[in-house]
């Protein structure tokens, strides 16, 4: 385990880092130490790809990124994010579409640690709810799909608890489809 001076070190070259980029925006951050291993992050940095005037782009990512246990043993940052929402913005029907919100873990082949239960992957929806009412979009949707239906309950229970509609087209195979309308 990493020493709290460290994640500190982390936070702030992460932070820096994406303020630092012009195609980035932070959304939130929380920088506090956490008071336990268990439990939802109290130190991560929420940011953005999103433009609401870049008209080249449709697609876009929410990530998520906490310093814990995300350093290295000399000191450096594993990974620029451990959940991350990508989602489609169709300018034509004022509709946002979520096309991945994976956050790392035991499915992906990207994980190196098991970020489940710390609340990375609802700050991620949290914050894009928010930026769908900052642009004005009227509708989000999305398909889920879950390897087991323990992960088929916890993204009904994530997604419904954001005020998401959430479908299940197939419980046995995990396959569901969520709506959100904000306008």
Same mark, same amino acid.
């Given at each position: 385990m990493s020493s %709290? ?8 070259k992460?932070?820096?880092?994406i303020?630092?980029e012009?195609?980035?925006?932070v ?5 506090q130490?956490?008071?336990n291993d268990?439990g939802?992050?109290? %130190?991560?940095?929420v ?5 609401q005037?870049?008209q080249?782009?449709?697609s876009y990512t929410i990530?998520v ?6 350093v ?6 594993k990974?620029?994010?451990?959940s ?8 034509w029907r004022n509709?946002a579409?979520?096309t991945?919100?994976e956050?790392?873990g035991?499915?992906?082949?990207l ?5 489940q239960?710390?609340?990375?992957? %609802? ?6 709810v928010?930026?769908?009412k900052?642009?004005d ?8 799909s879950s390897?087991d239906?323990?992960n ?6 994530i997604f419904t608890?954001?005020g998401f509609t959430?479908a299940?087209?197939?419980?046995a195979e995990?396959?569901g489809?969520i709506q959100?309308?904000?306008?």
């Amino acid at each position: 385990m990493s020493s %709290q001076a460290e994640y500190d070190q982390i936070y702030a070259k992460r932070l820096a880092a994406i303020e630092k980029e012009p195609t980035l925006t932070v959304l939130s951050s929380m920088n506090q130490p956490r008071a336990n291993d268990a439990g939802p992050a109290t %130190q991560y940095i929420v940011y953005t790809d999103f433009k609401q005037d870049a008209q080249k782009h449709n697609s876009y990512t929410i990530s998520v990124f906490t310093p814990y246990e995300n350093v290295d043993k000399y000191g450096h940052a594993k990974a620029d994010f451990q959940s991350q929402l990508l989602f489609d913005w169709d300018r034509w029907r004022n509709n946002a579409h979520i096309t991945v919100l994976e956050t790392l873990g035991s499915e992906s082949r990207l994980a190196f640690y098991d970020f489940q239960n710390m609340g990375l992957a %609802q700050l991620a929806i949290k914050a894009f709810v928010n930026l769908a009412k900052k642009a004005d979009i009227a509708t989000i949707d999305g398909n889920i799909s879950s390897f087991d239906k323990e992960n088929f309950a916890k993204l009904n229970h994530i997604f419904t608890k954001h005020g998401f509609t959430f479908a299940t087209l197939n419980e046995a195979e995990g396959i569901g489809r969520i709506q959100l309308t904000l306008a």
